[in-house]
């Protein structure tokens, strides 16, 4: 019933002879293509579907790199889609500064999305100069270790909390058969897994001293050489197979008792529930891996190009309130294994890792902005450039690896 | 009269030109400056001309992951090139011996050329697997100490796809080799027995002087897909592991896209026009533009 | 170049194996197992159920064939939200290329004829910056493209991909075609041009019937490019024109839980088997036609 009120409102208000909301199609390019996310992607287009007016339809682009790109590459070329999944960043940026984006302030003050989303500071990305442009789904962060809890019961340990611990334990369960740690060697799984470590052996404050304030002597301060040195040792901990695999190959290894342990974002709670295990059971999850657990409040939006035609428009609407409904926000969060970005909505279903995620992003000081908000996706690509490098290259010295990193953040924009 | 339709049928001549024209200036003059007069700006998605110089390119020179590119460039060019001669020279060689079943054994030197580079990227990547693919298979079989997955080691990552773009490219070389081979005078062969030539001298000595067109033909074929990888490092390797594979193609395709950062992108195509420019141009100058037809 | 029967090997065939023919026959088996073993590990991993892909035994015959995975591949598969398989990347890979093809050829043609046949002032320069063209990395004028084909209005439409294939084919069809008339006696033309022809007409009634073979040679090399072709398709044809290729690479990366290689493997062989067939229908006229002038510098 709201929908369709904002819908014609919204008509009314571009075309003036427009009595009631025609349907249309939207078409939505996202890279939710893993299992996890596909059942949740399903669940948005059949919701919308169901407000019998308009249509999604799907446009999956495997990988988010490449996603994004055909965003840009489409919308320069005058053929942009009707919504984008974008990373909860500064990616869109320079799209809205163009004026090529939706402005949803209207609907974001009709339905006070100020006051109901929380964390506060998720809504800041799409907030750009004073005008709201996209539409935060829901939230992930990187900081989580997926254990499986078989292996640490054979061996004898007990889960990790911290990257020393995971490093102490790596030679008994190696010993026993198993790998100790699972990374997939793609440039951006190397740079969350150095974003875990960061936040887990450096903190918040360096966090936020090293991105937000650009500080170069934090920069090149013993603590994030620590930071480096910590992630250097985790090379050894994984295993041959590690080059070029996707996250949920990775995670597999975890699921199917290959690996012991694997820092992913909280994504990968999907593969697991698709795999039928049960969290706290089956598998364990581990926020930081420290013992004040940090998590960032990355996450996903979607962005509505604009368009000509105000139908489409009035569509566009339908979609950006439907996407923050409670109804959608619990139903699809739950399917996706990631946090809802209303604090309004009951998630009492909520499986005991997704609790301990909610209830950590409840408290301000647990959380910060990801990398990706803060840098933009240049300067963000070169320091995963540059991690993904020293990941890969052992005979490159901390030493050196650091002065490229502080170089390139006094540098990048 | 006669003139009439000498000046008619030479502006039927300039209308069916059109199309070359507008590629030519078009495309590759006039989209090419456009490029690189972006590469001295700071333009980010969207173009902005707001010139800054030569930042782009002191950038592009300090970043590790572009001298990388270049390298592996070199590196994968020097032997995909070199090893598709070789191959494709020895196969064509063999394959004119009076063989039996050439047909058959030309058909299969032949058909991984009519695989897309994504799919030969795919296959070779999952040949390379150490878990699934040759290594464990040789493993299994008893020598345990076999080590054949190049795609996990960032020295022999670069290696990895060269096997497999040799393997794609080699079919077409042998082919133009052959077609050469074929094309050789029998008399020459006469002579060469006559003289008591051997065999391996005449090839070396009087057969491969007179292929060289078709051998000139390959290298430019082979150079200009050197250029132009992009989907097999795509396919294979994805640029890993780190930055081991990448090349300078992506390196531009990512920056004018994820990145967002076009005038650096440019800056790159820019440095990958300047060999082609410097070397393939003169070449061009003299075999097309000058040479007036024999 | 003379015009010579490839299928035909010169001189007698010998009458005895010497050990030389052996080891010469040795190299040749050896070097076939090289080009076919991808092959085959394709063809049979695509036949064998999932559990049996991951005993690793990559050589293996399957124990218990299956077709499972290739229905998938073709028709189930998903990618986000929609499951069908790589079929519809199949039909758009059609169209592109049908039409890419037949309006690339014809413009190579015309392109050859006239650069050979009608040398008028600056053609030479003309082709020079068209050859020069074929080692432009498309990566420097893709994005202008982009823009130039937003101005126009067909970004993401059949029509801007198969512009962009066009333009991209140009410089090597043209070089074919080219060096292939240029290798024609000039008094062929001359005589037609006294008779009175024109420029059309020439080169439909003369030109064309005699460039069959070279023709046949560029057909397959556009078809087999175009086909092949990845990165332009995705970069430009939009939501409705995604070739083959690039679903492939979309099911590839997409997995639900644990990678289907079988699956993988099924849709690899699909996406490649229309440029497979027409190079083992046609791999000796394409030699042949090789033979007839593409070679000539």
């Known amino acids: 019933m709201k929908t369709s009120r904002i819908a014609l409102f919204a008509s009314a208000l571009m075309c003036s002879t427009a009595f009631s909301a025609q349907a249309a199609e939207l078409e939505v390019i996202h890279w939710w293509t893993s299992g996890g996310e596909q059942a949740a992607v399903s669940l948005l287009a059949k919701e919308f579907d169901a407000n019998g007016q308009d249509s999604w339809r799907d446009s999956a682009i495997a990988g988010g790199e490449q996603a994004r790109a055909v965003v840009m590459q489409r919308i320069l070329g005058g053929d942009a889609p009707q919504a984008a999944q974008f990373n909860n960043s500064r990616q869109f940026e320079e799209l809205a500064e163009a004026d090529l984006l939706l402005d949803l302030s209207d609907l974001a003050k009709k339905e006070k999305w100020r006051d109901v989303v929380r964390p506060k500071s998720i809504l800041d990305p799409c907030e750009i100069d004073g005008k709201i442009y996209c539409v935060p789904v829901n939230i992930h962060s990187d900081q989580w270790l997926w254990t499986n809890k078989a292996i640490y019961k054979e061996v004898g340990l007990e889960e990790p909390q911290s990257w020393q611990d995971v490093i102490d334990q790596a030679g008994k369960i190696r010993d026993a058969g198993y790998i100790p740690l699972a990374v997939g060697g793609q440039g951006w799984q190397e740079d969350l897994t150095f974003d875990d470590v960061f936040m887990g052996v450096g903190g918040k404050e360096l966090w936020n001293k090293v991105y937000v304030d650009r500080d170069e002597d934090a920069a090149k301060s013993p603590e994030v050489a620590k930071v480096f040195e910590t992630y250097g040792k985790l090379r050894d901990l994984t295993d041959e197979g590690s080059a070029g695999r996707n996250w949920n190959d990775t995670t597999s290894l975890v699921i199917n008792g290959k690996a012991a342990v694997q820092a992913m974002g909280d994504w990968a709670r999907g593969e697991f529930v698709l795999a039928g295990k049960k969290a706290e059971v089956d598998y364990g999850c581990v926020p930081g891996p420290s013992r004040h657990p940090v998590l960032t409040t990355g996450g996903d939006i979607f962005i509505f190009p604009k368009q000509d035609d105000p139908e489409v428009e009035a569509a566009q609407l339908r979609l950006a309130s439907m996407l923050l409904s409670p109804d959608v926000q619990v139903k699809f969060n739950t399917a996706k294994g990631s946090s809802p970005v209303r604090g309004d909505v009951n998630m009492a279903s909520a499986d005991p890792c997704m609790q301990k995620g909610l209830a950590l992003l409840n408290d301000d000081e647990n959380i910060a902005l990801p990398k990706n908000a803060i840098l933009s996706s240049d300067t963000d690509g070169r320091i995963q450039d540059l991690v993904s490098q020293f990941w890969n290259t052992p005979s490159m010295t901390v030493a050196d690896v650091q002065d490229q990193f502080a170089a390139i953040l006094q540098d990048g924009s | 009269m006669k003139r009439k339709t000498r000046m008619w049928s030479n502006l039927s001549a300039k209308i069916a030109s059109v199309p070359m024209l507008v590629t030519a200036i078009g495309v590759f003059v006039l989209c090419v400056v456009y490029s690189i007069a972006l590469s001295f700006t700071r333009s980010r998605y969207f173009p902005k001309f707001d010139f800054i110089g030569f930042d782009q390119y002191v950038r592009l020179w300090t970043t590790d992951r572009w001298t990388v590119s270049v390298s592996n460039l070199l590196i994968f060019g020097l032997l995909f090139v070199g090893f598709c001669l070789l191959l494709g020279f020895l196969l064509a060689v063999m394959l004119d011996r009076n063989i039996r079943m050439e047909g058959v054994f030309r058909t299969t030197f032949l058909y991984p050329y009519a695989l897309s580079f994504v799919v030969t990227g795919?296959?070779?990547?999952?040949?390379?697997?150490?878990?699934?693919?040759?290594?464990?298979?040789?493993?299994?079989?008893?020598?345990?100490?076999?080590?054949?997955?190049?795609?996990?080691?960032?020295?022999?990552?670069?290696?990895?796809?060269?096997?497999?773009?040799?393997?794609?490219?080699?079919?077409?070389?042998?082919?133009?080799?052959?077609?050469?081979?074929?094309?050789?005078?029998?008399?020459?062969?006469?002579?060469?027995?006559?003289?008591?030539?051997?065999?391996?001298?005449?090839?070396?000595?009087?057969?491969?002087p007179m292929i060289r067109p078709v051998i000139v033909t390959s290298v430019v074929l082979l150079s200009i897909s050197v250029v132009r990888v992009y989907d097999l490092v795509v396919a294979q390797t994805g640029g890993g592991p780190g930055i081991a594979t990448e090349v300078p193609a992506k390196f531009v395709i990512d920056h004018f896209t994820e990145r967002g950062n076009v005038a650096i992108a440019m800056a790159a195509a820019t440095m990958m026009l300047l060999p082609v420019l410097l070397l393939v141009g003169p070449w061009v100058y003299n075999e097309y533009v000058r040479r007036v037809r024999a | 170049m003379t015009q010579t029967n490839p299928a035909v090997a010169r001189g007698r065939k010998p009458k005895k194996m010497s050990p030389a023919r052996y080891g010469l026959y040795g190299l040749l088996v050896i070097s076939a197992t090289f080009f076919l073993t991808p092959l085959y590990v394709m063809i049979v991993t695509s036949l064998k159920p999932l559990e049996e892909v991951r005993l690793g035994r990559l050589f293996s015959l399957p124990a218990d064939i299956t077709f499972d995975a290739w229905i998938k591949a073709w028709s189930t598969a998903c990618t986000g939200v929609t499951c069908a398989g790589i079929s519809p990347g199949f039909v758009n890979s059609v169209q592109i290329t049908v039409v890419s093809v037949l309006i690339s050829v014809l413009l190579g043609a015309v392109n050859g004829y006239a650069l050979s046949f009608w040398r008028y002032r600056g053609a030479n320069v003309l082709f020079g910056i068209l050859v020069m063209g074929a080692f432009v990395p498309f990566q420097a004028v893709i994005y202008p493209l982009i823009v130039f084909q937003r101005e126009i209005g067909i970004f993401g439409s059949l029509a801007g991909i198969v512009m962009v294939h066009c333009i991209f084919g140009m410089p090597i069809i043209t070089l074919i075609f080219r060096n292939y008339f240029s290798s024609l006696p000039e008094e062929l033309f001359k005589a037609a041009r006294i008779d009175g022809a024109g420029f059309w007409q020439i080169f439909l009634r003369i030109m064309m019937p005699m460039a069959v073979p070279i023709t046949a040679v560029a057909v397959i090399l556009q078809t087999t490019g175009i086909w092949n072709d990845y990165l332009l398709g995705l970069v430009f044809g939009g939501r409705d024109n995604q070739p083959m290729t690039v679903q492939l690479n979309n099911i590839v990366t997409t997995s639900y839980g644990v990678r289907e290689y079988n699956v993988n493997m099924a849709a690899t062989i699909l996406t490649a088997a229309v440029p497979l067939v027409i190079y083992f229908l046609s791999g000796r006229f394409f030699v042949q036609g090789i033979a007839a002038g593409a070679v000539k510098g």
């Open chain 2, 122 to 208: 795919l296959i070779w990547q999952w040949m390379m697997d150490p878990a699934l693919g040759i290594q464990n298979v040789v493993r299994n079989m008893g020598w345990e100490s076999f080590s054949f997955a190049p795609l996990t080691s960032t020295t022999y990552a670069i290696y990895g796809v060269v096997i497999a773009a040799v393997w794609q490219g080699t079919g077409l070389i042998m082919c133009l080799m052959l077609a050469g081979l074929r094309g050789v005078d029998r008399e020459i062969w006469k002579a060469a027995r006559v003289d008591g030539i051997p065999l391996w001298r005449t090839y070396i000595f009087i057969i491969i």
